[in-house]
């Protein structure tokens, strides 16, 4: 009985979540599903992406919070269009609350959509949003057993972020653990070792999704 | 209709979990629900609680994770009876969780029980499982902002613990912000600042859990 109920959640997400496709792929966005434990450095990520690629693609930002609009309010710093999901308690945003959000944008003038979802490492992987790419940050202080102990987020993602490596000589974490249960789990995950606060290691993070944009647009 | 399924949802497990306090009451044993995002240091504290307290009380331990035995392998080690709940994808445990493990106790001979749940700053807030108390760490890597953008964790508590206070040299941490934004939510809350790598500050978080079994055994 409980499982039905999950399952019909699940099933009627996926629904909504192919018609959001379906209109970015109309539109030519690219659409990524940024996901992380709370405190990763979603937020500085998306900062750090859009300093790199807004002279380049038309970016837009969809931030989803349980409340408040902290992080919304950073990215309308750089004079990109961004919309606030309060899931009200929710701990993932899902493809109908991003579908309600599209009428705030011009989907004619966009090349990017990226979706900040909740800080969770859990329950963001099962839902799907209408998205080309699930992208993951592991952030250092975090520990390398994550991918052994939240499998499913590793499995469903196409990039894994290590962030934070700045902090590498402060604590104990063990690279090559991370990097070969996350590869042992997803042997398709591209692994890019960033620090959002010194730059070190962005421009791989950068040059790969840019050439899944052009990819993209190629199609 | 999704709200209702969710707050029966919620009822069955408060029920459960009434069960479970009146049967811990009986038994005169203190119980703790240690949440925390991934990685902020749950497995860790309860370590060093076991080492303070295993000679004054009886302790036992309750894992949560949605897969496999990390952590109640570490825990074992301290020769203390432990129990691993596999949630199965499940990002919290439950009062049925909880009380399914009982059998695997003699609960005749114990004082304390440490369950410590699934990395998640969202829903085991949520989710009562018969505990005389909620503890939650933040830890300082995460960011002084997560009182605000998570607040249903720090309402429940009754103690957060601010953990890895050794790394305040190399990262952003306003502590003042972090106090005062989760002491607005919850004035009640008690705040102890440890670094469990360091051991510094523990002997609070130690004296208060000692008092508090020690009140629970008077009544």
């Known amino acids: 009985m409980k499982i039905s109920v999950v399952k019909n959640i699940l099933d009627a997400n996926n629904r909504i ?8 792929d109309e539109k030519k966005i690219f659409v990524i599903n940024l996901m992380s434990s709370p405190g990763a450095g979603k937020t500085t990520l998306v900062e750090k992406t859009i300093e790199a690629l807004k002279n380049t693609y038309r970016i837009a930002v969809i931030e989803g919070d349980i409340q408040d609009t902290y992080d919304a309010d950073r990215i309308a710093k750089h004079n990109i269009p961004v919309v606030q999901i309060n899931t009200g308690g929710s701990c993932h945003i899902d493809g109908n609350m991003v579908r309600e959000t599209l009428p705030s944008f011009n989907l004619d003038e966009l090349d990017l ?34 991918p052994s102990k939240y499998p499913l987020m590793f499995q469903e993602s196409s990039v894994m972020i290590i962030n934070k490596t700045d902090l590498l000589p402060y604590v104990d974490f063990d690279m090559q653990k991370a990097e070969q249960d996350a590869g042992g789990l997803n042997p398709d995950l591209n692994i890019y070792k960033v620090s959002c606060k010194t730059g070190e290691g962005l421009d791989q993070w950068v040059s790969w999704l840019s050439n899944q944009i052009e990819a993209f647009k190629q199609q």
Not at 17 to 23: Q, W
């Open 113 to 146: 959509i990226i979706n900040e979802n909740v800080g969770n490492l859990v329950c963001p992987a099962e839902f799907q949003i209408g998205e080309n790419a699930k992208v993951m940050i592991l952030s250092v202080p975090e520990g390398a057993d994550k």
């Open 17 to 24: 979540a192919d018609e959001n496709r379906a209109l970015f």
